[in-house]
């Protein structure tokens, strides 16, 4: 398949009769890790539900792979290959962690789901301590890594990232940026929506900008770091 994993063009979300994204465009090849930044507000989550095809989209288009999502459903984009780490972990609390894992892999048909719980459990030790526990008894950096693992389970082959840094404490910040960092290193394709700009770029291949839902900026995360206007707005 030649050309980028992810293709977004000109796309446009409206809620009512507020624009929340307009002519946006985006592109993500596979293997990359791309960073989303942008002010609270910008559309980065409804960009992520875009894709994910949780929102109804109002203008252009988004191909994954060479398929055109216009009127696939969340449920076949999984089955596609795409799995979204919403924000706000959106665990289910009285489940289990394994239960949890399991509902990850809700689309497949083969017969490496337990295996790949196990997986899951290898790259997050916490998870496996915690396996039988409900969900809502984890504190919020094992909920987000259980909402990444979860993520995983269906083996995506494009990973959408929501804000998974916010509200944790520095050691689990860079914890979820050293899995971050491996699962780019394994060929993981990944999204990337991040409030820690900084963070972000020094992870990512290359990034985007949203600014008010438009796309104001782009390019070589490298450049992006370096950038004034990024600097000035994003990394203080
Ligand atoms: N379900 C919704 N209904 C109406 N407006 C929404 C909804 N979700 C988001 N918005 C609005 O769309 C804009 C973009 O929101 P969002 O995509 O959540 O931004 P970000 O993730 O960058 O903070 C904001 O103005 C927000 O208030
Ligand atoms: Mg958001």
Redesign the pocket.
């Known amino acids: 398949m030649s050309g980028p994993l992810l293709d977004v063009r000109n796309l446009c979300v409206r809620?009512?009769g507020?624009c929340?994204?307009e002519g946006v465009d985006l592109t993500v090849e596979a293997g990359e890790v791309v960073a989303l930044l942008?002010?609270?507000?910008?559309?980065?989550?409804?960009?992520?539900?875009a894709i994910s095809r949780i929102?109804e989209t109002d203008d252009g288009s988004i191909h994954f792979d060479g398929t055109d999502l216009g009127r696939v459903g969340a449920p076949k984009a999984v089955a596609l290959g795409i799995a979204h780490s919403p924000?706000g972990r959106r665990v289910l609390a009285r489940q289990s962690v394994r239960d949890n894992l399991l509902l990850g892999a809700w689309t497949r048909r083969d017969n490496d789901v337990a295996a790949d719980v196990d997986v899951a459990f290898t790259r997050f030790p916490r998870l496996k301590e915690r396996a039988d526990q409900p969900a809502g008894s984890l504190s919020g950096g094992e909920q987000q890594m259980l909402a990444i693992a979860r993520a995983l389970m269906s083996r995506p082959r494009l990973l959408l990232l929501?804000?998974p840094s916010l509200g944790l404490a520095p050691k689990l910040v860079r914890e979820i940026f050293a899995i971050i960092a491996e699962l780019h290193e394994s060929g993981v394709t990944i999204l990337l929506?991040e409030q820690n700009a900084s963070l972000a770029l020094q992870h990512a291949d290359r990034g985007y900008v949203?600014d008010a839902?438009r796309m104001t900026l782009t390019g070589p995360a490298a450049e992006l770091i370096a950038d004034e206007r990024v600097r000035q707005a994003y990394l203080g």
């Open positions: 809620y009512g507020i929340a994204l942008g002010a609270n507000g910008a559309g980065k989550t409804t960009l992520l539900r929102v924000e929501d804000e929506v949203l839902g």
